[in-house]
């Protein structure tokens, strides 16, 4: 099982980064997926999540209005589209899957909000 994640960096309070986690080892259609992040200091949080036919979404409540989740199961891929970016969604952010045999993390990529 890989997930490699990408599309972070370095972006300007109001701006926009699309991540992308690419799947593989798995039947990537079968399940849900998620992204998290952790900010420096902080506890590991669950920012979004869809289930597998991509039909079903879930945002935290911090991120509701400017992150978007979506999924695309020809190309084994995950997306989050993050929107009007804040300093306080500077983090690491990983994608997470929950298989049957066990959990897996992508590495993360960093996104850094600031001017």
């Known amino acids: 099982v890989q997930l490699v994640e990408s599309g972070g960096g370095l972006v300007q309070p109001g701006g926009s980064l699309r991540l992308s986690c690419a799947a593989s080892g798995f039947s990537f259609s079968r399940y849900a997926m998620r992204w998290y992040r952790q900010a420096p200091g902080k506890e590991r949080e669950l920012v979004a999540a869809?289930?597998?036919?991509?039909?079903?979404?879930k945002l935290a409540a911090s991120v509701k209005g400017r992150f978007t989740i979506s999924r695309d199961n020809t190309k084994n891929t995950v997306n989050l589209q993050m929107n009007s970016l804040r300093p306080e969604d500077t983090a690491v952010y990983y994608c997470y899957v929950q298989l049957g045999w066990g959990d897996y993390w992508g590495q993360g990529t960093q996104v850094t909000v600031s001017s």
């Open positions: 869809i289930g597998s036919a991509g039909g079903s979404t």
